[in-house]
């Protein structure tokens, strides 16, 4: 996994040592923008109005709730994680580049999203797989419940899911970043998975051209959590519909980002839906 790169002198220090890797996280997994973009236009298309309240599950460096609070005067945002250093992070990296109007429409939250209280919103979200952090079923089946009895009564949870033969594997994938010329490769690597309890375990790392490395930059144990599982269980919270969203293809055999309603699908060696579950 280690990439070659030019030899730098000894007194120059490694591009790893001074990387962050909030920072190289945002670049490589999320795409706020395309997350809101989705976001925005399903609760519009499903509830025939605007959403105006989201709260941001595991929310991590917040930057979905950032790019939500741009998107509109009277859009606000809560934050909700248990981490005070990433919401820290957020806080000086992301909330600061806000205006002070659209900042004062954010609130973090250091708080278990199992039993925290906030008003009501219209959206829940909860991305980028957090919720399998939760690997027992009756601690995903209360935080469901609790989505479910904190939003408006007619709010949307989303949430997404991955899965395919190759989630099943221990797998290595690289991919090149190119963080405005200044080139990284991101490394995802299923480092264990248990076939009986689907216990698996992934790490994020990133190798720099200088040859340095932050490995295991990002740990995760997560339990795999199948379609069928996270639909049964959203159902049997109370939510009334539950709907996956499966994308397609573009002309160069590339997922082309355009998830809509499914209720069968390819079986892809490795895919991602979205879900949304409707109060
Ligand atoms: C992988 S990060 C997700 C970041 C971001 N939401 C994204 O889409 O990429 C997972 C975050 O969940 C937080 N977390 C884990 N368990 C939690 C819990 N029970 N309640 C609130 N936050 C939690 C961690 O501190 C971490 O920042």
Redesign the pocket.
Known sequence: MKKKGKRRSKSTPSIASTADRHHL?ELS??CAEAEIDFVDETFRKLKKRRAKLLR??????A??CCEWVKRGDKREAIG????PE?LDWGRKNNLSKLTKKQRQRITLLE????NVKTAKPDIISA??F?YW??KERQNLKQYFKSVHSSLQDDGIFFLDCYGGYDSHKEIVEEREIDDDGDGFTYIWEQTSFNPIDHELHCTISFAFPDGSELNKA?S?EWRLWSLPEVRELLEECGFSRVTVYWQGWDKDGEPDGDFKPAKRADADAGWIAYLTAEK
Do not use: P, R
């Not at 941001?56 to 460096?61: P, Q, V």
């Not at 708080?111 to 199992?114: A, E, M, P, Q, R």
């Open positions: 996280y997994v999320q941001e599950d595991f929310c991590g460096t930057n979905v909700v994680d248990l981490d990433v708080k278990n999203v199992l991305m980028n957090s952090l939760l990002f995760y």
